[in-house]
């Protein structure tokens, strides 16, 4: 079945430091990919979004990056700050769609160290 | 401010209740889905509507089930509660036009 697949599960960066995190799909016809920050307590926000037509999108201190040959999609968060602490989760889906249904990656603690 | 409204925060329920988690959008948005969310799985579809009174079958539905009366109201229902589905359940919802989703705050239930 269609698999999103996220790493790493928990990342610890120093303030100022870059934080990546990847994610490879397996349904190829996916052609649309949402990044989501969840902090404690809360439910998932979209931060930042890409489609297929497009290899990179970038938001201030967030960008996101496509392969679609390699079926690979990345977040870069630069000059990271505590409140970027937060779980952070990759998602794929079909844009279009009647239903629009997203696959979730498992998730990434991110901690950023003061 | 638009959002997507779960009834509790936090529950607490027996073995073998009938247990109703309910969620309301205000942003007369077509699609809404229910997901639940554990530790090294991430977010799990259970069900989900693209319309009133439509239902598809996510990833794990057994032990659930689901409502849609009314568009801005999607209900989980867990006919029986079990220990295993002790959780927390988001709910969201989507629109066809803009498709990014817009999820609740949640509800941890706890099944003892």
């Known amino acids: 079945g269609e698999n999103v697949e996220q790493h790493p599960s928990t990342l610890s960066v120093q303030e100022g430091d870059s934080a990546v995190i990847k994610c490879t799909y397996s349904d190829s016809a996916s052609n649309y990919f949402p990044w989501y920050k969840q902090e404690l307590g809360k439910g998932p926000q979209l931060i930042i979004d890409?489609?297929?037509?497009?290899g990179e999108k970038k938001d201030q201190r967030i960008a996101v990056t496509l392969n679609k040959t390699a079926k690979h999609f990345s977040l870069h968060i630069t000059e990271t700050q505590p409140e970027d602490s937060a779980v952070y989760f990759c998602?794929?889906?079909?844009?279009?769609?009647?239903?629009?249904?997203?696959?979730f990656g498992t998730g990434t603690l991110l901690a950023v160290q003061p | 401010d638009v959002k997507v409204t779960q009834s509790s925060r936090y529950l607490v329920k027996r073995t073998g209740e009938k247990v109703f988690l309910e969620c309301v959008q205000d942003m007369d948005h077509e699609n809404m889905f229910w997901y639940r969310q554990d530790p090294g799985l991430g977010l799990r579809l259970i069900y989900f509507s693209y319309d009133v009174k439509m239902k598809e079958k996510g990833d794990i539905p057994e032990g659930y089930s689901v409502s849609r009366e009314k568009k801005e109201r999607f209900s989980l229902i867990l006919e029986s509660a079990s220990t295993n589905q002790t959780s927390m359940y988001l709910c969201a919802s989507s629109s066809h036009s803009t498709y990014g989703y817009t999820f609740g705050s949640g509800t941890r239930l706890t099944v003892v």
């Open positions: 890409i489609r297929s037509n497009v």
């Open positions: 998602a794929a889906g079909l844009y279009g769609g009647a239903t629009n249904k997203l696959i």
